[in-house]
């Protein structure tokens, strides 16, 4: 009992200021805004009145990312709302799950790639609320009851960053004809790195950052170690990571524990054998120019 009031604590905490966070960028819609609602079977998608048929649009575009991930991401899925803010200059999305809801701004980006915009959207922002659900398994289920949706929340902080938006590239990249992971400029900074310093940053600094040296961010790596481990060792390796997580949130790193028994690596040596391998290919391939 006591356990459960600590943790009650620590997870209102947490989303408290989280909450507090957000609000500057789902709280700047006009008060004025008429909103309008459309309901399928997976997704509730609310949006400004004004957005007209384009409220249809992507509401057909979350559809078929979500027929065409059906497999990758094997759980029971549930409806999620679907919160559209149309009046903003910036192209972006993110998942929460206190409560649980996909929020999206779909403005395309001026120096974009190749894709339309609402399937990239679709497909990066769903794969963060598959993840989510891939967590209410095991003890996290049992556990989001007393505590809510919050719980599942405080349970993702157990994933590596880079691999929760690595895997949303690679689902860009996998599921359509473009996405951030087949474009050139994604790795150029990662590739750059490398040929001059004839291999990568350690691990911690990629993580991490650094105020002396630029760091590509965690979407990049992310990318390449994600995309690394399902292509050199299992597909499934990050669905059994979170399987492994969800079920049992109370061992000190499930991830690493899950990665040795999948690929015999943590995640650090993940790392250092995913860059030494490109770090290897990126070389030969300026020698041979």
């Not at 929020?103 to 395309?108: A, C, G, N, Q, S």
């Not at 079920?247 to 999948?262: D, F, G, H, Q, Y």
Request: glycine content about 6%; overall charge positive; proline content about 6%.
């Amino acid at each position: 009992m006591k356990l459960l009031s600590v943790l009650s604590v620590f997870v209102f905490s947490a989303v408290s200021l989280t909450s507090y966070g957000q609000y500057y960028d789902t709280g700047e819609d006009p008060a004025g805004l008429k909103w309008l609602q459309i309901k399928t079977d997976r997704f509730r998608v609310i949006y400004p009145e004004k957005y007209g048929t384009q409220g249809i649009e992507l509401t057909k575009a979350l559809e078929e990312a979500a027929s065409d991930m059906e497999n990758l991401f094997p759980v029971k899925k549930s409806r999620i709302p679907v919160i559209i803010h149309n009046y903003t200059t910036q192209s972006n999305g993110y998942v929460a799950w206190a409560p649980k809801r996909m929020e999206l701004y779909p403005t395309p980006e001026q120096n974009g790639i190749p894709l339309d915009a609402n399937r990239q959207l679709a497909l990066h922002e769903l794969t963060h609320v598959y993840q989510m659900q891939s967590l209410n398994r095991g003890l996290t289920k049992i556990l989001s009851v007393p505590l809510g949706q919050q719980f599942p929340g405080v349970v993702a902080a157990l994933l590596p960053q880079w691999y929760m938006e690595g895997e949303a590239v690679l689902s860009e990249s996998v599921l359509s004809q473009s996405g951030r992971g087949r474009t050139p400029s994604f790795q150029k900074s990662l590739k750059a790195i490398s040929v001059e310093k004839g291999k990568m940053y350690r691990y911690d600094k990629i993580v991490n950052g650094s105020f002396r040296h630029f760091v590509p961010d965690h979407y990049q790596s992310g990318y390449q170690m994600v995309a690394w481990s399902n292509a050199a060792y299992n597909p499934r390796t990050w669905n059994k990571a979170l399987a492994l997580t969800g079920n049992a949130p109370i061992l000190i790193n499930p991830v690493n524990l899950s990665l040795r028994r999948t690929t015999g690596l943590t995640k650090r040596k993940l790392f250092m054998e995913t860059f030494d391998t490109l770090a290897k290919a990126w070389n030969e391939e300026i020698t041979q120019r």
